[in-house]
């Protein structure tokens, strides 16, 4: 790998360095002296993010001269910006001094896009305060479901040695408005909170707190006991109270501005506080209690499911919409878009809506546990708009997901929007060249969620790669098509979950452990039978569909209204039954299984008639990813069909390719994946 990158770097310094991905979408040219010399950026305020906003500019900006000015006043911007300005003179105007640094890159970011500056007359404000990028990395540097190479955090250096890439993150993540952090994983180490690593953590929250970065950590539920030796963690004892106290003093003496803490409790065998008999708001509220003095939050995850009878779909609202009201204000639910996990389609958790009296927050998954991968192209932000767009039909009509969790409809101290970062080491920070534009939608969605993902895709293209239409037009398609492909070639219909066991890359559908926990198991999700296939949700089935308000409740419920993308995740549904098309059930699944793949079969030739606007090493690097996606894309399509005809007993229509793989073969693969938890 090294010998291999040196030997390109001698006879190709220039293309390397500056295209293979390391840049992101900030590939900015430094303007030469003479154009630099004839303009001005002036400064009126002394903060170290105006002049970070200062020198970006003066670095970068090839324009007219801009004014940077700081208006206390005008807090109705929040982190947010005024830009105006002509032809001679622009004036970029915040409330606070981040909001200058996210006005710059504004700038940049038309500059680079090849935008009109000449007219501007931009009001940028935050739709959400907090916008949170979560780490699911360990204290070894492996990531858990992380696909770009080991954790960017070097434990065992820090807080001696800073790699540069430190300073190269945050200021990515600023161009992009996201302004939080956590730095570890869900499932936690209790070491993070020691003294040994909080001063490791305090060297991080130093370099990010340059780009208005806050820093915040996943904490172990039992950390008292475990590093302390408390005979328990029991959140109603005063000594765990008062222990869980001092360690966030201790916290805040070196990282005056950190953020707070997201838990994972009584979660996939996390500790918590039901260990103690104790509901989440005690777990919850104890930490609260602990923070607030120094204005910090808990993000506490409603992921929470266990092997019972009851459907898991339903359990996270079961379990939390009891405690509405219970949360102290500093606390924030923190809910997965959909209500199993993260998989290629869900309809929305019906929770959100569902606690008038608790601030919620969504949280997406970028890295691509269950979409391929870093292997597989997959543009994210129509999976995210998917989301925040559906309508909840909490008190009335037009109540988003977006709406409910930004504040606009019930008021919480903070909003906020998270989602699990897909960055690691790798030279091109996300494994997929393409993986990168998922990082750049969640940052752009969660400044700005009425955004469309064209809109996002159009951006991301032009500053990642060229402006030439002729490549962003095919490219943006490619990308607005990438994710229902995916979803096509793995689980159209409302299908899930029918992954293989741990690692979720393969396709499972017919997987069994035995003694193996039933709900991580496929055939708890596709129920495959003689009759049809499905999971009924309906009234005469699990009843998940009466945790969502009407009209919803009613749509879902009857086969002939719930949408056709949904159906099998609401309904058990016979292999005859006719679809809108006039097609059986059968028929239709075959076509979807047959859409997916020819469409990667289109993103290859749409990628192989670019070559001459890319350069070499991305071309190729991406080149490479589709061939690997389009055979995926086949494996998965002949294994679920091959599986589910044993169901069915149906031909696969005639029109179709036919399946190039048998399915007794398809059952022996084994990959090794190791899932580090
Ligand atoms: C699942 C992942 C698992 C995570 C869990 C979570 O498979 O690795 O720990 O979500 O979000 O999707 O806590």
């Not at 190709?12 to 293979?20: I, K, N």
């Not at 039901?274 to 104890?286: C, E, I, L, P, V």
Request: charged share 25%; hydrophobic share 35%.
């Amino acid at each position: 790998m090294t010998r291999h990158f040196l030997y390109v770097i001698f006879l190709f310094p220039f293309l390397v360095y500056a295209e293979d991905g390391s840049q992101l979408w900030l590939r900015y040219t430094p303007v030469d002296e003479s154009v630099a010399n004839k303009r001005t950026i002036k400064l009126r305020a002394t903060h170290d993010l105006v002049q970070l906003a200062q020198q970006e500019l003066q670095t970068y900006w090839a324009g007219q001269s801009v004014v940077l000015r700081l208006d206390k006043k005008l807090k109705r911007l929040k982190e947010g910006y005024v830009l105006k300005g002509d032809a001679s003179n622009i004036e970029l105007v915040a409330a606070e001094p981040v909001g200058l640094l996210y006005g710059a890159y504004h700038l940049l970011r038309l500059q680079e896009a090849g935008e009109d500056t000449n007219h501007l007359q931009v009001e940028e404000i935050p739709d959400y305060d907090i916008r949170i990028l979560n780490h699911w990395d360990n204290l070894d540097r492996t990531v858990e479901r992380g696909y770009a190479g080991y954790s960017l955090w070097r434990w065992d250096e820090l807080p001696h040695t800073l790699s540069p890439r430190y300073e190269q993150y945050a200021r990515a993540n600023a161009s992009i408005g996201i302004n939080a952090t956590v730095l570890n994983n869900v499932n936690a180490s209790p070491q993070i909170l020691t003294s040994d690593y909080l001063v490791k953590v305090k060297a991080l929250a130093d370099i990010f707190r340059k780009y208005g970065i806050r820093v915040y950590l996943s904490a172990n539920f039992s950390s008292p006991k475990v590093l302390d030796g408390l005979s328990d963690s029991d959140p109603l004892r005063e000594e765990v109270q008062d222990w869980w106290k001092k360690k966030v003093k201790e916290i805040y003496q070196h990282i005056p501005d950190f953020g707070g803490f997201l838990v994972k409790a009584n979660s996939e065998g996390q500790p918590g506080p039901q260990d103690y008999g104790r509901t989440h708001a005690d777990g919850a509220n104890m930490l609260a209690d602990a923070l607030k003095p120094y204005g910090g939050l808990v993000m506490w995850r409603a992921f929470v499911y266990n092997p019972t009878e009851e459907d898991r779909a339903k359990q996270a609202y079961q379990e939390f919409v009891p405690l509405d009201g219970k949360f102290r204000e500093n606390v924030i639910i923190q809910i997965k878009n959909g209500p199993v996990d993260f998989q290629p389609r869900e309809p929305f958790t019906p929770l959100f809506g569902a606690m008038k009296n608790t601030a919620q927050m969504i949280e997406f998954q970028i890295t691509q546990e269950y979409l391929g991968f870093s292997n597989h192209l997959a543009y994210l932000a129509p999976l995210f708009k998917e989301t925040l767009d559906a309508d909840t039909y909490s008190d009335g009509k037009g109540n988003t997901v977006a709406r409910i969790t930004d504040g606009s409809i019930w008021q919480h101290k903070k909003t906020a929007i998270s989602a699990v970062a897909n960055i690691g080491e790798d030279a091109n920070w996300t494994g997929h060249h393409f993986a990168q534009a998922n990082w750049y939608a969640f940052g752009r969605l969660a400044w700005n969620h009425q955004l469309s993902s064209e809109e996002i895709a159009r951006e991301w293209i032009r500053t990642t790669f060229t402006r030439d239409a002729d490549f962003v037009k095919p490219v943006q398609q490619m990308m607005m098509d990438s994710r229902e492909a995916v979803v096509d070639y793995m689980m159209p219909l409302g299908l899930h979950h029918i992954f293989a066991f741990d690692h979720h890359y393969g396709p499972e559908p017919w997987g069994d452990r035995k003694g193996g926990r039933p709900d991580w198991m496929p055939w708890y999700y596709h129920n495959a039978d003689t009759v049809g296939l499905g999971f009924d949700r309906t009234t005469n089935g699990s009843n998940a569909v009466s945790q969502y308000n009407e009209p919803l409740r009613t749509t879902f419920n009857m086969i002939g209204t719930c949408p056709e993308n949904l159906l099998l995740w609401f309904h058990h549904v016979s292999w005859t039954h006719r679809m809108r098309s006039g097609r059986t059930l059968w028929d239709e699944l075959c076509v979807h299984y047959d859409r997916g793949v020819q469409e990667v079969r289109e993103f290859q030739k749409t990628w192989d008639k670019l070559e001459s606007y890319v350069d070499q090493q991305r071309f190729n690097e991406i080149q490479s990813k589709l061939k690997i996606q389009t055979k995926d894309a086949v494996w998965w399509k002949d294994a679920c069909l091959l599986y589910f005809q044993t169901f069915s007993q149906m031909p696969i229509p005639y029109e179709l390719d036919r399946p190039i793989h048998d399915l007794e073969e398809l059952k022996k693969i084994k990959l090794d994946m190791k899932h580090h938890n």
